[in-house]
């Protein structure tokens, strides 16, 4: 079954996360996104909607307090190695789709539902129950104070704004630089396909030195490396998100 169009759904700065939504992400943060059935799921779906594309990273990065890596916490390591994951597909998928328009749709295309959007409306956990007996409703009012998050998007917003997808921003700017939604409505010719690809590729790699980074022996993430992460996800859930928050007046 394939996705309906979710875009429109609303973002995280516009209504909070439930107490659901985030009891769901945050049993992603601790592993069950890494279950090869859900995994797979993932592959098909092209990630979570744009919603909890960015609930996920914005609950990991709010709630996880300690890591490797300069920041020793707060970062989006769950969310990189799965959106990184999904970077080398899709890249593979377009490298072997250009000037094949229906192949192209297809790896742009989402295939099932948001998993977190099926699970939290289908689940009736008892209230206040939360991942190994936390307390899921202060860990979604935590959540949703997005400090750490808007942190990131600001600190990093000279690397990534001038490659924000035009639509999404309402610029005018390369093709290339559209954002999956916006690139799968433009029906995208083999040359923008290829430039796409190599877009992904280039993300892929600054997106796994990110990730390295975070780890005991990685070596540290550059400015570029620190941005992929809003760059890949601006890529497959739109740019509303991190637009938003790095304009912010204050954080919370």
């Known amino acids: ?134 307390d899921s409703e202060a860990l979604t009012r935590e959540a949703n104070t997005l400090r750490y998050t808007v942190q990131w998007c600001r600190e990093t917003s000279p690397m990534w704004m001038d490659r924000v997808c035009p639509t999404c921003s309402g610029t005018n700017a390369d093709p290339s630089s559209l954002c999956r939604r916006h690139l799968l409505a433009a029906e995208p010719d083999a040359e923008t396909t290829a430039s796409v690809a190599r877009r992904l590729r280039g993300l892929q790699a600054h997106l796994r030195r990110l990730v390295d980074s975070m780890t005991q022996d990685g070596e540290p993430a550059t400015g570029e490396d620190d941005a992929s992460w809003i760059e890949t996800l601006g890529w497959f859930a739109g740019w509303e998100v991190p637009l938003q928050l790095a304009t912010a007046t204050d954080a919370a």
């Open 1 to 134: 079954m394939t996705q309906p169009d979710t875009m429109q759904q609303t973002p995280i700065t516009q209504q909070p996360l439930s107490v659901a939504e985030v009891g769901d992400l945050w049993s992603f943060v601790h592993g069950d996104i890494m279950v090869g059935g859900i995994r797979q799921q993932l592959r098909e779906s092209l990630g979570l909607c744009p919603r909890h594309t960015w609930g996920y990273a914005a609950v990991e990065i709010e709630l996880w307090q300690y890591g490797a890596g300069s920041r020793h916490g707060h970062q989006p390591f769950d969310v990189g190695v799965l959106y990184g994951d999904l970077l080398s597909d899709v890249a593979s998928a377009l490298e072997h789709a250009a000037g094949h328009p229906r192949r192209v749709r297809h790896a742009l295309t989402p295939r099932g539902l948001c998993r977190v959007c099926r699970d939290a409306a289908a689940e009736n956990r008892p209230p206040g129950l939360g991942y190994a007996g936390s």
